[in-house]
């Protein structure tokens, strides 16, 4: 084994989770992050305009992501999410005004699609075993190439769940990335969906307890340090350039590039990677819901697709947002506390809130973006990718970036 440094570029999920890996194993790391904060894409900061400490975005986690929660038992911040014992996910209409929940049973084999309590209204079991289609669909294919999009199934469960999950229109959306998450939730029974909440937010669960750890055993970080290029020689990175200096690479140094796709391709050269991106947006509101609200709501037939119902806020995620990216940002705040109103049974004027929208949430998770993603293996000797876009076979998300993290370390570890 050598004894080079391990430089990570990048200090999201995918960048931490390699270095959490590999100061484990006795490595000797040094992360470097353009930002004054760890996190990336998922990250908790202090809201001015709701006097909170919000999310950027509301992340959830599903029991059956296993890279992550291994990621949050190793680095202490599991406890700091609420596991329900049972998966249930309750639903609103906003057109009919109809309540409903979903209830998978625990076991891997699926009774609940017999009981017509546990399933979705007015849907039956052949519906669901229609979805296996999906579990075999080939790379070219979107989701409603394998299943059917006029049934209620789709409407109120599969379209709600599939555009959340891959952040795309499940009708431009890659089959086999959805086959992906469903193989790792839903096909393994209730036990492996069941919402995974941090009422805290994810940064004090995910994101600190993982810089701690790092500098715990004896990983380097350094903030506000952004990589401007790579100088490269006899086929290896020989040396980064910061904005405040160079490090040259010696022998037996490693670099592990965890930067977003769209900065990897400016710094490693002929680099392919996904080009096209989907929006999210999150509309926050300073109003403490009703104790009967449960934590996540899914909504259908409005703006709003999924409530959060935090301590002292209520917060609503839109995915594949793209169409609001110019939109007003007060008649949006306006139109969504209107649907809030509805959905949790609460008369009050707007209260304070703000509307954080990501533009480049996430790749677009179609078969042809999908095509576009590298492996963490360059033709670079010394040089890993990771990050949630490169080749994890599953979408963007927090458990892909970790498993990415993850692979491009173990790779530094036997080379
Ligand atoms: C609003 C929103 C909601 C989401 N919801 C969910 C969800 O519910 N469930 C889920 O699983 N996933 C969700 N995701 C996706 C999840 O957040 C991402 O998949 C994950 O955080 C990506 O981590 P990453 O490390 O791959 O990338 P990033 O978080 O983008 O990390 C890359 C890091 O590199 C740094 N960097 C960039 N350029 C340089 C440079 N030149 N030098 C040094 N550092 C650099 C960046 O500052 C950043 O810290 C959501 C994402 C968003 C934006």
């Given at each position: 084994m050598t004894a080079g440094t391990v430089h990570i570029v990048g200090a999201g999920l995918a960048g931490l989770s390699a270095a959490v890996a590999l100061v484990e194993s006795g490595r000797k790391v040094v992360v470097h992050e353009l930002a004054r904060h760890a996190g990336g894409r998922c990250r908790s900061y202090f809201e001015p305009a709701l006097g909170l400490t919000i999310d950027n975005g509301n992340h959830l986690l599903l029991s059956g992501n296993g890279h992550a929660l291994a990621f949050l038992d190793r680095i202490g911040g599991r406890h700091l999410l609420d596991e329900p014992k049972h998966?249930?996910?309750?639903?609103?209409?906003?057109?009919?005004?109809?309540?409903?929940?979903?209830?998978?049973?625990?076991?891997?084999?699926?009774?609940?699609?017999?009981?017509?309590?546990?399933?979705?209204?007015?849907?039956?079991?052949?519906?669901?075993?229609?979805?296996?289609?999906?579990?075999?669909?080939?790379?070219?294919?979107?989701?409603?190439?394998?299943?059917?999009?006029?049934?209620?199934?789709?409407?109120?469960?599969?379209?709600?769940?599939?555009?959340?999950?891959?952040?795309?229109?499940?009708?431009?959306?890659?089959?086999?990335?959805?086959?992906?998450?469903?193989?790792?939730?839903?096909?393994?029974?209730?036990?492996a969906c069941r919402p995974l909440f941090a009422a805290d937010g994810l940064g004090p669960a995910l994101v600190d307890p993982a810089l701690a750890f790092i500098a715990k055993q004896g990983g380097s970080l350094h903030f506000d340090h952004a990589l401007k290029a790579i100088e490269w020689s006899d086929g290896r990175a020989e040396a980064l350039q910061f904005s405040n200096?160079?490090?040259?690479?010696?022998?037996?140094?490693?670099?592990?590039?965890?930067?977003?796709?769209?900065v990897a391709r400016t710094l490693v050269p002929d680099l392919k990677v996904p080009t096209e991106y989907r929006a999210i947006f999150n509309a926050h509101f300073a109003f403490a819901p009703p104790k009967s609200l449960s934590k996540i709501t899914g909504v259908i037939n409005a703006t709003t697709e999924w409530l959060f119902a935090f301590e002292n806020r209520l917060s609503v995620t839109v995915s594949a947002a793209d169409r609001f990216n110019e939109a007003d940002r007060e008649p949006l705040a306006r139109e969504i506390w209107a649907e809030i109103g509805k959905i949790a049974g609460i008369e009050a004027n707007l209260p304070r809130w703000q509307i954080v929208k990501e533009r480049r949430a996430t790749f677009a998770a179609t078969p042809?973006?999908?095509?576009?993603?590298p492996p963490a293996e360059t033709r670079w000797k010394n040089l890993r990718l990771a990050g949630d876009w490169t080749a994890t076979g599953l979408p963007a998300t927090i458990e892909g970036a970790i498993r990415s993290g993850e692979i491009a370390a173990k790779l530094a570890m036997v080379a």
């Open positions: 998966a249930a996910f309750n639903f609103f209409d906003l057109r009919s005004g109809e309540h409903w929940t979903l209830r998978p049973n625990d076991g891997r084999l699926p009774w609940w699609i017999f009981a017509k309590d546990r399933r979705v209204p007015n849907t039956g079991a052949l519906d669901y075993v229609g979805l296996a289609k999906l579990l075999s669909a080939g790379p070219r294919e979107t989701v409603t190439d394998r299943i059917k999009s006029d049934t209620v199934l789709y409407s109120h469960l599969m379209h709600p769940v599939l555009l959340a999950a891959l952040n795309c229109d499940p009708k431009e959306g890659s089959a086999q990335l959805a086959a992906a998450v469903i193989r790792e939730t839903l096909a393994r029974g209730g036990k200096g160079t490090i040259e690479l010696g022998a037996a140094d490693q670099v592990i590039l965890a930067v977003p796709a769209w042809d973006q999908n095509a576009l993603r």
